[in-house]
Nanobody, 127 residues
Framework: VVQLVESGGGSVQAGGSLRLSCAAY????????VGWFRQAPGNEREGVAT?????????YADSVKGRFTISQDNAKTAVAYLQMNSLKPEDTAVYYC???????????????????WGQGTQVTVSS
């Protein structure tokens, strides 16, 4: 059974940083893609950052470019990260990781592309 488990969420003041982790059990991110999505109350889930672990190419939503960085631990092929800097109140949301791409089409923000999802971790940014 494949399981993705996010961690690292929490509460932080505007301008602060958090690093989210996504650990995969029964699965590795080799030859795959990994995505981070978020959903704020009353909003649809949206893509934040994705990475194609074959090419190493990463893609970001315009709202987070220059502030967020997605990565995969090459030594631990079952761990992926989302480093979030200069956080803003509008970044407040539940953050989900996803993997198990059935197909790949940049920037990888279509949720239907992913076969596995984590349970989400809450990020709250106060002003």
């Amino acid at each position: 059974v494949v399981q993705l488990v996010e961690s690292g969420g929490g509460s932080v003041q505007a301008g602060g940083s958090l690093r989210l982790s996504c650990a995969a059990y029964g699965y590795t991110y080799s030859n795959d893609c990994v995505g981070w999505f978020r959903q704020a109350p009353g909003n649809e889930r949206e893509g934040v950052a994705t990475i194609n672990t074959v090419s190493g190419n990463a893609y970001y939503a315009d709202s987070v470019k220059g502030r967020f960085t997605i990565s995969q631990d090459n030594a631990k092929t079952a761990v992926a990260y989302l480093q979030m800097n200069s956080l803003k109140p509008e970044d407040t949301a539940v953050y989900y990781c996803a993997a198990g791409c059935r197909t790949w089409s940049p920037p990888g923000f279509k949720m239907s592309m992913y076969g596995y999802w984590g349970q989400g971790t809450q990020v709250t940014v106060s002003s």
